[in-house]
């Protein structure tokens, strides 16, 4: 779902503040790499976040279980 918006909305990233104070002053090809990179790193950091609720939520259902 976060990953959707990332990808639908370009500005749903946010950068650190010095690095959004500094984009505009590099070159368009270091700039769109480093959105990019800071983009699918959130990207990343959603995934694991879902994996490890998909994991907490598999192990109280084998608990409640009772296995």
Do not use: C, E
Not at 3 to 30: G, M, W, Y
Not at 38 to 52: E, H, V, W
């Amino acid at each position: 779902m976060y990953a959707l918006q990332l990808v639908l909305d370009p500005h749903a990233t946010r950068l650190p503040t010095f690095l959004s104070l500094v984009l505009p002053h590099l070159p368009k090809h270091i700039a769109a790499a480093l959105h990019n990179g800071f983009a699918y790193a959130q990207i990343g950091s959603f995934l694991i976040d879902d994996l490890a609720f998909a994991i907490f939520i598999v192990g109280v259902v084998v608990w409640a279980s009772g296995s």
